[in-house]
């Protein structure tokens, strides 16, 4: 199967830094993508991985290590408005896009 | 905006029933990828196309199918409907097949479909 993990909430305090982590099946991975979704709404593109590292877009950071299969997203300076589910999402030789079951974070003031 | 649109907004229909889900894509996107998520659920992925044809099959039911027209909208037909498949229904583009690249996924508002 190609599971994706990731945690099911997480709580985090305003201006803090979060992370938050996501294991896949590695066979036949293709790119990691990271998704933010407010409740009922669609969920938005917020950063892609398909190289070991790091790639920073703001306060926003994503890492990937293929060779674990394992990836994380970092929100620094939390805002009341990132709270969401943080969805993380593998692409596959096969062409499809699993998606994990999100990460339900809240930003307390 | 993401520029890919979905009808209807909500549906509301009985056990039994059969309704169809419709989707047009972000213009210049080929791929057409529809997800189900149920209240609290991840995006269960249920079937993708590309230019016209199936290109990857999730968990889709053998009650659900969908098509992609030649103009690159697509519909998803869901047959003898049941209670559990009450859900948000969301359909997605992306420019590329997937093979390669990074062509992330835009998503349109979803479908919410209730089932009574």
């Known amino acids: 199967g190609q599971n994706i993990d990731q945690p099911t909430e997480m709580t985090a305090t305003e201006g803090a830094i979060v992370q938050i982590n996501c294991t896949y099946q590695?066979?036949?991975?293709?790119?990691l993508f990271w998704y933010q979704q407010h409740a009922g709404e669609a969920p938005t593109f917020l950063s892609y991985?398909?190289?070991?590292g790091l790639e920073e877009k703001g306060r926003f950071s994503s890492f990937l290590s293929r060779s674990k299969g394992y990836s994380y997203l970092l929100l620094k300076e939390l805002q009341m408005k990132d709270s969401a589910s943080y969805l993380c999402a593998s692409r596959y030789n096969n062409n499809d896009m699993r998606f994990g079951a999100g990460t339900r974070l809240t930003v307390k003031p | 905006d993401s520029g890919v649109t979905q009808t209807p907004k909500h549906l509301i229909t009985a056990t039994g029933q059969r309704v169809t889900l419709r989707c047009s894509p972000r213009?210049?996107?080929?791929?057409v990828y529809w997800y189900q998520q149920s209240l609290d659920q991840g995006l269960q992925f249920l079937i993708q196309y590309y230019n016209g044809e199936e290109r990857a099959k999730g968990n889709i039911l053998e009650r659900f199918s969908a098509q992609q027209f030649p103009d690159l909208h697509s519909e998803l037909n869901l047959s003898s409907l049941e209670l559990g498949d009450s859900a948000l229904y969301f359909c997605a583009s992306s420019v590329g097949g997937g093979l390669s690249g990074e062509s992330p996924l835009h998503f349109g508002n979803g479908t919410r479909l209730t089932v009574t």
């Open positions: 991985n398909v190289l070991d």
């Open positions: 590695t066979s036949g991975f293709n790119g």
């Open positions: 213009s210049g996107d080929l791929s």
